[in-house]
């Protein structure tokens, strides 16, 4: 199993909050990145980051931003919460050099009333 | 950029009956395709990949067969059991520095016991 864990699992806030979900792997990947994920089971890309200082936006439009201050961290932050982020949010990471493999945390299940 | 189409949406089976699910891709430079499995409330997680320089690979009840000429690629699992019922993903990358995986839209797999 892959290293990598999300905090908290499931968060069911109000709107207008300011929220954090946590991500961290212990893997020394390079590469992280942030899906959400509807009922409808697509994955989307919101996310990703090569490095440290490096983030990126995904395929999908998203208000929430992310930072990248260690290798192992790559913490999701949305300002004010609203229900149309209501989601499943899933952390991935991958080694850069060598394969595109990508390993997922066990994800944030967020509802926002 | 990359583009990978995933058929069937969804697929119910037999116990014991034998489940296949495909995926095209565009993009003739991708050469990684890897399969995740993802169970109720969790994040997927790999279970077999394949390189563009084999055309199948096999590991126990699951195998996954490419064309590269067709630029298609099947998961195949025999002898289905119940614990098989999942959202399966295909995705697809070139797998260079600077490369990520493009993912299908996801099949759920039903076994009825």
């Known amino acids: 199993e892959a290293d990598i864990y999300q905090t908290p699992r499931y968060l069911v806030i109000g709107t207008g909050k300011k929220i954090t979900l946590e991500c961290s792997q212990t893997?020394?990947?390079?590469?992280m990145y942030w899906y959400q994920q509807d009922p409808g089971m697509e994955l989307h890309l919101i996310h990703y980051?090569?490095?440290?200082?490096?983030?990126e936006k995904g395929d999908l439009s998203s208000e929430s931003t992310v930072s990248r201050i260690r290798t192992e961290h790559f913490p999701l932050t949305l300002e004010s919460a609203r229900p149309s982020h209501t989601s499943q949010y899933l952390c991935?990471?991958?080694?850069?050099?060598?394969?595109?493999?990508?390993?997922f945390g066990p994800g944030t299940r967020l509802t926002v009333l | 950029g990359e583009n990978v189409e995933q058929h069937p949406s969804t697929l119910s089976v037999q116990e014991g009956d034998s489940a296949v699910i495909k995926c095209t891709y565009s993009?003739?430079?991708?050469?990684?395709f890897p399969w995740y499995k993802q169970e109720l409330g969790k994040g997927p997680q790999l279970i077999i990949d394949?390189?563009?320089?084999?055309g199948e690979k096999k590991d126990q009840r699951i195998a996954v067969t490419l064309n590269k000429t067709a630029k298609h690629f099947s998961l195949h699992i025999t002898e289905t059991q119940p614990e098989d019922s999942a959202v399966y993903f295909c995705?697809?990358?070139?797998?260079?520095?600077?490369?990520?995986?493009?993912f299908g839209e996801g099949t759920q797999l039903t076994v009825n016991p």
């Open positions: 991935a990471s991958s080694e850069s050099r060598s394969t595109d493999t990508q390993y």
């Open positions: 893997m020394g990947h390079d590469k």
């Open positions: 980051s090569y490095g440290v200082n490096s983030t």
């Open positions: 993009d003739s430079a991708s050469n990684y």
């Open positions: 394949i390189r563009s320089n084999v």
């Open positions: 995705a697809a990358s070139r797998e260079t520095s600077g490369s990520r995986l493009t």
